[in-house]
């Protein structure tokens, strides 16, 4: 058996709460942590949302508890972080999944809907980093922050463009803080999923290379979750300031669109003769 080195692990997930029409990447990743052994601080917003991910942990014989604060707020998200790291005596994880994309041309974002775009993508991201980072310097072995970036934080955020704008900045906040706090054992890492949309858990998965998207497979929301359980457990002890991408292949795929049938006559072209 593989040791992930996670068995008594102290973890926050925030955003932890299940929405539907979401892809649910806060209640994958409780789940997961709390099956490695961690016990899980579910942050939410909405009491009935957080209540309802640690019943699913406990019913399953993980260790879960409620911590409900919006995040979006920098003293409640001060006050959240610090709550949960007063009960489970310590923070070894502290996970970041909040995140919403309004949809509009890029001209057409007024400046309300822009500033709110950044702050749900980009600074509650901050807010909680700047929370937790005392939190895990303090330990002896460290700790590993992790916040859900996005595949349009890389590419183009094609009528999302503040969506976009924000989740590119927090793969430049994981570098920073990683650079900053690495001294200190601290760890901090993104994860940017491809075309997960909502709902997609329970999906049949696409075959390989049935997809025009992506060259592999689309990625399915516990894929995401399996990314962050990775990037938080001891399998990763010196990977920070990275973004790793679980998009199934999209952002690699060239862009010119050869087939295998352009292949001879590609062939006769380059011949030097």
Not at 54 to 79: M, N, W, Y
Not at 102 to 109: D, G, V
Not at 234 to 256: H, R
Request: hydrophobic letters at 45%.
């Amino acid at each position: 058996m593989i040791d992930l080195g996670l068995d008594g692990a102290r973890a926050v997930v925030v955003g932890a709460g299940f929405i539907p029409s979401r892809a649910g990447h806060g209640r994958g990743s409780a789940l997961q942590l709390a099956r490695a052994g961690a016990t899980v601080a579910c942050i939410d917003k909405d009491a009935a949302r957080a209540e309802e991910i640690v019943e699913e942990i406990t019913a399953e014989g993980g260790k879960a508890f409620t911590v409900i604060a919006d995040v979006l707020r920098p003293e409640q998200a001060s006050a959240a972080i610090d709550e949960a790291a007063a009960t489970m005596g310590g923070l070894d994880v502290c996970v970041d999944i909040v995140g919403q994309a309004k949809w509009s041309k890029a001209a057409e974002i007024t400046d309300a809907e822009w500033n709110s775009q950044l702050l749900v993508n980009l600074t509650q991201v901050f807010y909680v980093f700047r929370a937790a980072t005392p939190h895990l310097m303090v330990n002896d072995k460290g700790g590993s922050l992790i916040a859900l970036t996005s595949v349009d934080g890389i590419g183009s955020a094609r009528f999302h463009a503040g969506y976009g704008a924000a989740k590119a900045g927090v793969i430049s906040l994981v570098k920073t803080f990683a650079d900053e706090y690495g001294t200190h054992g601290v760890r901090v890492n993104a994860v940017a999923p491809g075309n997960v949309g909502g709902g997609n858990w329970d999906l049949p998965e696409v075959p390989f290379g049935e997809d025009v998207v992506n060259a592999l497979a689309p990625p399915r929301g516990r894929d995401i979750a399996d990314a962050v359980l990775f990037l938080a457990s001891g399998l990763a002890a010196k990977i920070t300031g990275q973004t790793l991408i679980v998009d199934g292949g999209a952002l690699i795929q060239s862009p010119w669109g050869m087939t295998e049938d352009q292949i001879a006559r590609n062939a006769a072209f380059s011949d030097p003769s």
